[in-house]
């Protein structure tokens, strides 16, 4: 059903990552009319693996299995098993998504947007300039505006006393992109995000020496608990999170508690002591 003209808008939707292709998918599907401005000279953003500062290393996989990150309306091959995909894997998919819902003639590539300014009569001008030549600009105008230029765009990096006096290299995560340029170096990385969980693992295959620095014990989730096949967010449900997370977490602790004891596999050891340190499991 198309809309009634006087609520059909012209929509500019600012970057063409998972948000950005899902904006404009879902604001063509409402009958508007739909411009995509994608800085990169290809789609996927923070997924898009460049060889200069941001995107993901060589070899990321993703957190979220198959069946989770993809869309609802556009869900993977029902043969295709659980598993986490490699980023290469989920931006193949996210060309399929444009390609199979016609985006395509909806996305501008090496198209910056710089400015948005709200006008007088309510729509909103938008300079936008190439990225190959940031001399070329262009304004347009829009009714609406749909931010989706990610959450992970600015790097959060540490500033510790006497830093600077370090005359080893400080490196933020977010311009790594592969651990051969620690290979039989001492390293210590800092923080044990799902970044810093990634990268300290690689490293360790290659440094000289490696040291991971936290504030405090986190909780770890194998990516298939318990050798099963099915990835941890399988496992999550409505029923579980109805249970009160006090009494998930007695029931785990009792679990991780038999697991340290009388496991005869190290690695279920150390899982196990490492996760009863952090003192709840389930925090929701």
């Known amino acids: ?5 006087k609520t059909k808008k012209k929509v500019c939707v600012i970057g063409a990552g998972p948000s950005g292709l899902i904006a404009s998918k879902e604001l063509l599907d409402e009958g508007h009319e739909v411009s995509c401005f994608e800085k990169h ?3 996927g953003g923070v997924f898009n693996f460049t060889d200069f500062k941001g995107g993901i290393f060589d070899t990321t996989p993703l957190t979220v299995s198959n069946y989770f990150m993809a869309y609802s309306c556009f869900p993977p ?23 199979h819902f016609k985006l395509g003639s909806h996305i501008h590539y090496n198209r910056k947007v710089t400015s948005v300014k709200r ?3 309510g729509t909103y001008a938008v300079v936008i300039e190439q990225s190959h030549d940031p001399l ?38 977010a311009a790594f992109k592969t651990a051969e340029e620690y290979k039989g170096k001492r390293v210590l990385c800092v ?40 990835p941890n967010d399988a496992f999550t449900s409505y029923a579980l999170y109805s ?39 389930f925090n929701h």
């Open 77 to 99: 091959d029902s043969n295709e098993k659980r598993k986490y995909w490699s980023f290469r894997e989920y931006t193949d998919y996210l060309s399929d998504f444009v390609d």
């Open 41 to 43: 000279p290809r789609l």
């Open 191 to 230: 923080g044990i995000g799902e970044s810093g969980a990634d990268l300290t693992h690689k490293i360790a295959q290659v440094a000289k020496q490696c040291t991971l620095s936290i504030r405090q014990y986190q909780v770890i989730v194998e990516r298939f608990p318990f050798g099963r096949k099915f």
């Open 243 to 281: 249970i009160p997370s006090v009494i998930q977490n007695k029931l785990v602790n009792l679990q991780l508690a038999f697991m340290e004891k009388f496991s005869k596999d190290k690695k279920v050891v150390a899982y196990a002591k490492w996760n009863r340190r952090t003192g709840n499991f």
């Open 119 to 121: 006008q007088d009569d």
């Open 136 to 173: 070329q600009t262009d304004i347009q105008y829009f009714d609406a505006i749909a931010v989706c230029s990610g959450t992970h765009q600015l790097p959060r990096s540490i500033d510790i006393k006497g830093q600077e006096a370090f005359q080893g290299k400080i490196q933020h995560s």
């Open 1 to 5: 059903m198309e809309l009634k003209a």
